[in-house]
């Protein structure tokens, strides 16, 4: 039998005999919290506050004793209340309502309270509890809790929905020698023996899944940042990292307030601004208001980092920094509309960089982080809207994903572009003012804007934000007179259907000694050019060459010996996604051609996340899209070119005797060029070159290889099952910060050549308690996976996906995600296509975003054994 309402009757008339007549609720009590009771609670509930308590072991599997407080308006209604806790009922210990003490009712994740035990006006609620574990990441030395998007009620009862926020009162107990910080600044420490209690005050006014606090054995650096201190606690102990990396820090969130403060004309709304650096973090970084956690490696960069990681610091602090405004000012109300913080983070943290790193071109890094990824969802057969509806926040974090982070932004590119930049600007202005400190929707942010522009926003939303998938946009020009007559831009749905996408982009007529840009709106299925009659007939079109459209664009395979021609910058990026798209659908060019393309690029492109995109693709074409038999052959033309492009390229200051022309003079290139040797690295001689670079810890010239990249090497080389003892353990043991040491502890398994051990090692993922550092895992099964290794991980996949409903139940939002593309990503044969298929084919009722999940993940493959196995070019 399900459990259900009935639960909740028998339970209640068991415990209370005084008040037999029970109620019926209007709606079924499920686990999670469903949609129907966030509505219903937000309409008797206000006004929430949280005092509580937690007396934290310095042992991380000792339980955790904690007491909550919560007070609460509430209008009498004959409905219970429910409060939300997803942990068993052995959990819950006292319950205390306006002063009584009361039998704890508790089922399918709630603890149910009668309305005749409540009264109008404010109520007190007092549980004493254990706290739950799934949320609070517990280590030896530290734990940190991360509750988006329901994560709240799996560590403490609560009414976790983002529409009743709420101030927390925190009090932790730990350890004398560990640190703390939480959502609020702390007001007074206590110390009794080898413990200490600090008390906080209490907290802005935040959604239940912003409640935050870090505590263990951490560095605390505290700085002015324009008259604003700041707080970060990190675990780093490389003195060249924090050296090169500290100062970095502060001024680029000072640089990113700036900016937010000025764009929004709204001052920095919360009491206090801190941060701390996680090791392994799950996620980049999480926007706790006054406490933001961050991946530590994302902020801790050293003299060997690219200007790419240089940028994407910058960017993901931009990003936390953003979601002070969009998402904890202002919050959504319910999590379908969970984009609506993302988009704007995303979005902001693109006009921050463009302040705070001005040496980046900045159109060129929107390109290249938001299409590709964008596109690899959208391609694929489990494409998702970027507005998604959502019955219940058990299912939230499935909501996230490309679409979110990069579908989103380039639509709200596109959306600045119809109505103008002043005008957007303006509208989330009053957006924020309007919304401060409670909840909007995107139809609230609509309303907003509709006030701003003639343009017909409901069209536009509907194709843009409520449909999934992309077109095709292809030309057609005609000759007349020996120039262009006509110049036609046509577009369809990759599926077939006439939907039209309104947007805006150039296109680049491509001549010898000159490019011209020509506008495009692309409002209907098919539009003329009128500025391109009567030009020289061109070499080539270039479609989408300011990468600000959206769509799979045709491309003419005139261009593939012409792509050095194209000097900006973003019209090379554009070009390259493009001929990859189309490779990937099977149209104008094939794997080989392109990989030969490509390798004959890496000596002449000159910018380095160019090349970075570049090195990407090229080894994506090895190991996903040649035959393992023609694998070798390739990779070693891919070795030698990337080597001596790298070679070639002159660092500043340096020059290259006999080199007939200069190439490219940034560090960085060598650095991009040295990681794509790396990958490929298959003939013997390319592995006996790295194993010596790595044994004798010595660079190539110009190359700055860090502990880090000597890590890397060696779970390079032990992949390769390479013929030296002992690689990875000498590496441990050069390795000196203790969490970077764990880390590489529980990958060893996987790099073993002994399969009896990897077979152990994923046996071991079955158990909840060994998927704790879910960055770990997922690290392990790409080498798990490895396209070396699949002949024998093909035998898990069954498994794996057997496991995957288990990892969404108890992993983070990305998690799920994560799992799928480490495993599946590595594998290019029908046999693994089918696999999948009959999977999904053998549950029809499978959890629907699931087998969306399973579906983007499974792309690679798919498309994979289509190019390479059933005949497609």
């Known amino acids: 039998m399900h459990r259900s309402a009935i639960s909740f009757s028998v339970l209640a008339l068991l415990a209370s005999c005084s008040h037999r007549s029970m109620p019926v609720q209007s709606y079924t009590v499920e686990p999670g919290v469903s949609q129907t009771l966030a509505q219903t609670r937000r309409q008797t509930i206000s006004a929430p506050a949280y005092q509580l308590s937690f007396d934290i072991p310095a042992q991380k599997n000792e339980p955790i004793p904690a007491t909550e407080t919560i007070s609460f308006d509430w209008k009498p209604t004959t409905d219970p209340l429910l409060i939300d806790f997803k942990e068993s009922r052995d959990h819950l210990h006292q319950l205390t309502v306006n002063g009584d003490t009361t039998a704890i009712v508790f089922a399918n994740e709630h603890i149910r309270i009668e309305p005749a035990r409540l009264k109008a006006g404010r109520n007190q609620l007092t549980i004493q509890f254990t706290a739950g574990n799934l949320s609070l990441n517990r280590n030896d030395e530290y734990l940190y809790t991360l509750l988006v998007p329901d994560r709240a009620r799996t560590v403490f009862p609560c009414f976790d929905q983002p529409d009743l926020k709420a101030t927390f009162a925190l009090t932790l107990t730990i350890p004398e020698n560990w640190v703390a910080i939480g959502n609020a600044q702390a007001q007074a420490s206590t110390s009794a023996g080898t413990r200490k209690t600090i008390r906080f005050a209490p907290s802005d006014v935040i959604p239940t899944y912003l409640f935050s606090f870090v505590a263990g054995k951490f560095t605390v650096v505290t700085e002015n940042a324009d008259k604003r201190p700041m707080t970060l606690l990190h675990r780093e102990t490389d003195p060249v990292k924090l050296k090169l990396s500290q100062d970095s820090l502060f001024s680029l969130h000072a640089g990113a ?58 960017s993901v602090i931009a990003h936390e920094t953003a979601h002070m405004w969009f998402g904890d000012l202002v919050t959504m109300r319910w999590f379908n509309d969970v984009w609506l913080k993302e988009v704007f983070a995303n979005f902001m943290a693109d006009k921050v960089t463009a302040i705070t790193m001005p040496e980046v071109n900045n159109d060129l890094k929107f390109v290249i982080d938001h299409l590709p990824a964008a596109y690899a969802v959208d391609r694929t057969e489990g494409a998702n809207p970027i507005g998604q509806p959502l019955a219940n926040l058990q299912e939230a974090g499935s909501l996230y994903g490309g679409i979110i982070y990069h579908k989103a932004p380039i639509m709200m590119r596109q959306l600045e572009a119809l109505i103008g930049a002043d005008n957007l600007r303006d509208g989330l202005r009053e957006y924020v003012r309007t919304y401060a400190f409670g909840n909007a929707t ?36 005609t000759q007349q007179a020996g120039r262009v007559g006509t110049l036609t831009v046509k577009q369809v749905g990759e599926d077939g259907s006439k939907r039209v996408w309104p947007q805006s982009f150039e296109l680049a007529f491509v001549y010898p000694d000159r490019i011209e840009a020509l506008p495009v709106s692309l409002t209907s299925a098919q539009v003329n050019v009128p500025e391109a009659t009567g030009k020289d007939i061109p070499l080539f079109v270039a479609l989408n060459s300011d990468g600000r459209g959206y769509g799979r664009f045709s491309v003419d395979t005139t261009m593939l010996d012409r792509l050095p021609i194209l000097s900006d910058p973003v019209s090379r990026a554009a070009s390259y996604i493009n001929l990859y798209e189309n490779m990937l659908a099977g149209q104008a060019v094939r794997p080989a051609r392109l990989a030969t393309v490509y390798r004959s690029l890496l000596a002449t492109e000159t910018d380095e996340l160019n090349l970075r995109l570049l090195t990407g693709q090229l080894s994506d074409i090895v190991w996903n899209f040649t035959r393992p038999t023609d694998r070798l052959a390739l990779a070693g033309q891919v070795e030698q070119a990337s080597w001596q492009a790298m070679e070639q390229a002159i660092n500043p200051g340096q020059s290259s005797p006999g080199q007939s022309s200069p190439g490219p003079s940034s560090p960085g290139l060598k650095k991009v060029l040295f990681r794509l040797y790396q990958s490929v690295a298959l003939s013997t001689d390319a592995q006996q070159r790295l194993y010596q670079i790595w044994d004798k810890q010595q660079a190539p010239t110009g190359v700055t290889l860090t502990e880090d990249d000597y890590t890397s090497l060696a779970l390079s080389l032990a992949v390769r099952d390479y013929p030296a003892p002992d690689i990875l353990t000498r590496q441990l043991a050069r390795i000196k910060n203790p969490d970077r040491q764990k880390r590489l502890q529980f990958m060893m398994p996987v790099l073993s050549g002994d399969v009896a051990e990897r077979n152990r090692f994923f046996a071991s993922l079955a158990d909840e308690k060994n998927r704790e550092h879910e960055a770990w895992v997922t690290a392990a099964l790409g080498y798990l996976h490895h396209p070396l290794r699949t002949a024998t991980s093909v035998a898990y996949l069954p498994k794996s996906l057997d496991l995957l409903d288990e990892i969404q139940r108890t992993g983070d939002i990305f998690f799920p995600e994560s799992w799928l593309r480490s495993t599946l990503s590595g594998y290019q044969t029908p046999d693994v296509a089918q696999l999948v298929r009959r999977f999904l084919a053998d549950r029809p009722h499978y959890n629907t975003r699931l087998r969306s999940k399973l579906l983007q993940a499974a792309d690679t493959p798919f498309r994979a054994s289509k190019l390479l196995y059933q005949g497609r070019p």
Do not use: C
């Open 257 to 314: 307030l700036r900016f937010l403060e000025d764009y929004t004309q709204r001052p920095y709304p919360f009491a206090k601004f801190d941060f701390a650096a996680i090791p392994d973090f799950q996620y980049g970084g999480m926007e706790h208001v006054g406490a933001i956690d961050y991946k530590a490696s994302a902020l801790f960069l050293d003299n060997g980092a690219t200007r790419d990681q240089k940028l994407a610091r910058a």
């Open 442 to 477: 995107w139809n609230d942010l609509i309303t907003i804007l509709d006030k701003r522009t003639p343009a017909d926003l409901v069209t536009w939303n509907k194709v843009w934000v409520e449909q999934t998938g992309r077109p095709v946009v292809s030309s057609q020009l």
